[in-house]
């Protein structure tokens, strides 16, 4: 579409522009001197642009470039804005807005333009945070044990780390607990090295229940989850967990809250303190009831939907089955997903081909704050990626195409730029960089970016890890394959996965190293330890002691004897040693290193000779000793190099 702002004169340049109009050339707009333009260029959309005839345009950018143009030729951006600046015209590049970007913006556009009609309540989605082993998901377990009516749907399964219950609250009119509320919990690991996933589940929390023992007190990752929450600007509701243990202390756990600046409201502050134990019950209700008091006083304008829209919303975890395929886990943030709709999620797409509650029940739609578990997908996507229910396959697949160009091209580039000054003197100075390559298979995607998060931060000048290949499922013989481009380098992993028999087989054959593992850190271990095997030893001078020369004394056979006194130290017959001579080194010579053939105290053979006591010696290979020369005894030790 062209928009002529030049009145109504016409003229050649009219006449070129109304053709292109005719024709949907890529002129995009006209204004006061000013074109704008899309990509490519070519000699035919320039020459309407400007207002010059195509054969004119070409003689120009022979003269310019001295290369031939025909009509369909491309015009490089450069030489086509100098040709316009001649005819007082800015050229302007207007940039096409990819598809993934139309739809991001049309979703956008969806949650600015909300009908306040359409709006219904959703649940809260809390997440439970804190260190590991404060009983985080004890406490969940309990609630929903409390939650679910026994027999119900034969006993709870655990599909996902994500759950939906129901509260009764009392009516204030009776009294009676027959009102119910949906609440949604998501449950994060509280380790440091699931740092990342403990953000991701405050980006997608409306309130943040931080568990904090009472047996422990406030520890690192319990400040690491107030941090994170903080972040993310949601509520905060504090959960003393372990109460009834016999080493509790309410009172310095609550003290050592107090100093992160969580304050409760009945001491003027705005958080909720809540006393549990997830072993007795005690608190359960309380905490549920805090969490509903928490949504509905100060959250009520956020917790609004409109589930009549698209489904977006966010993946928590993916992973790769043998019987299954693909299966995510997905919380629905707006709108409402339904089986058969087609999803985008990251660099993956598909149709949903079936869908699971938190309790394995397989439904067929799931709306605003409900976590469940999807198939259909054609890849794992990672554990944050955003994910958007399109009208078109097409349109899905074009996105998917796209981002996964460029996370390739990330991965790529994930371990080649240079970061320091000590990595950027290495460079310069071509110090040998050596690398240990990974190949690393995980359960999950969540896992892999923790072990990931993990590996990069083992760095040092001369050593560093690379991922060749990070993926989801078992030890494949694909992946020994991969390891056989670099075998005396390259380390095959697998974390909670193991290796097929082809892969076994493989992989003892060609003497490729493949390791397994249940827990994160024993993996991270293992790697530092075979980096730190990579690091040269330091040799470390250690000095043991002095002798002054008083006497020397020539035998035929020996050679030249060193009547000697011990000044400092010790001097030992295993020692290295060398002659210092007005305090300059003459004996070795640098290159070298000598000891003694003997050490003797009067007529008999000695280990060692201390201060304060005489002794003779034959340094080995030197016989240009002579009076008030300095002995000095010495030993190297390797001292090895860590991380």
Request: proline letters at 3%.
């Amino acid at each position: 579409m062209v928009e002529q702002q030049w009145g109504s004169r016409r003229g050649p340049r009219q006449a070129l522009l109304r053709k292109a109009i005719r024709r949907g050339q890529q002129v995009v707009t006209i204004k006061e001197g000013k074109i704008e333009i899309t990509l490519p260029i070519t000699v035919r959309s320039l020459s309407e642009a400007i207002g010059m005839k195509t054969g004119e345009l070409s003689k120009r950018l022979l003269k310019e470039t001295s290369q031939l143009y025909g009509n369909n030729s491309p015009v490089d951006f450069e030489t086509a804005a100098l040709i316009a600046v001649e005819k007082n015209i800015e050229l302007i590049v207007k940039r096409q807005k990819t598809a993934e970007e139309l739809l991001i913006e049309d979703f956008e556009r969806l949650t600015r333009e909300v009908d306040s009609e359409k709006l219904r309540p959703r649940p809260p989605v809390v997440t439970i945070m804190g260190h590991v082993d404060h009983g985080k998901t004890s406490l969940l377990d309990k609630i929903r044990r409390s939650n679910v009516a026994a027999g119900e749907v034969g006993g709870i399964t655990q599909v996902i780390r994500a759950w939906s219950v129901t509260h009764k609250i009392e009516d204030p009119e009776t009294g009676e607990k027959v009102i119910e509320r949906p609440i949604t919990f998501l449950d994060t690991p509280g380790h440091e090295a699931f740092t990342k996933m403990r953000a991701r589940g405050a980006n997608v929390t409306d309130i943040a229940v931080i568990v904090v023992a009472a047996t422990d007190g406030v520890m690192p990752q319990t400040e690491e989850a107030v941090a994170h929450a903080r972040a993310a600007d949601v509520r905060i509701i504090v959960a003393i967990n372990k109460v009834d243990a016999p080493n509790a202390n309410v009172d310095r756990t609550r003290r050592q809250l107090y100093n992160l600046e969580l304050l409760p409201d009945d001491m003027g502050g705005d958080i909720q303190f809540v006393e549990t134990s997830a072993l007795t019950g005690q608190g359960i209700d309380d905490l549920l009831n805090a969490i509903l008091i928490e949504a509905e006083i100060n959250l009520a304008d956020d917790l609004q939907a409109d589930p009549d829209r698209p489904a977006f919303g966010t993946c928590l975890e993916a992973y790769m089955t043998s019987d299954e395929g693909v299966m995510a886990t997905v919380l629905v943030q707006q709108g409402t997903l339904k089986l058969g709709d087609i999803v985008l999620c990251g660099a993956n797409f598909g149709r949903v081909r079936s869908m699971q509650n938190d309790l394995g029940l397989s439904i067929e739609e799931a709306g605003p704050s409900t976590p469940v578990l999807i198939t259909g997908l054609g890849g794992v996507p990672n554990a944050d990626d955003p994910f958007y229910a399109v009208d078109e396959l097409t349109t899905a697949a074009k996105i998917a195409e796209a981002r996964e160009k460029k996370d390739r091209e990330a991965s790529l580039n994930r371990f080649t730029a240079v970061k320091d000054i000590d990595m950027l003197s290495a460079a310069k100075s071509k110090l040998k960089i050596t690398e240990l390559k990974i190949i690393l298979k995980a359960e999950a995607r969540g896992s892999v970016e923790a072990i990931r998060k993990e590996l990069e931060k083992l760095t040092h000048e001369e050593v560093t890890t690379r991922v060749l290949h990070a993926g989801i499922g078992a030890i494949t013989e694909s992946d020994v394959q991969l390891a056989l481009t670099s075998p005396q380098d390259t380390l095959i992993v697998g974390f909670n996965v193991t290796a097929d028999d082809a892969a076994l087989k493989l992989a003892e054959g060609r003497e490729i190293s493949l390791r397994e593992y249940q827990i994160i850190y024993n993996l991270v271990d293992d790697v530092k330890a075979a980096l730190e095997g990579r690091l040269k030893p330091i040799e470390e001078v250690v000095h043991l002691g002095r002798a002054v020369v008083r006497q020397t004394f020539k035998h035929g056979k020996v050679g030249t004897i060193a009547g000697c006194y011990v000044t400092s130290g010790v001097l030992e017959r295993s020692a290295r040693v060398r002659v210092i001579r007005g305090g300059v080194v003459v004996f070795p010579p640098a290159e070298k290193v000598v000891g003694l053939d003997s050490l003797k105290r009067f007529k008999d053979d000695a280990k060692d000779v201390r201060e304060g006591f005489e002794c003779g010696l034959k340094i080995t290979g030197f016989d240009d000793i002579k009076v008030d020369d300095v002995i000095e005894a010495f030993k190297i030790e390797i001292r090895h190099r860590t991380l």
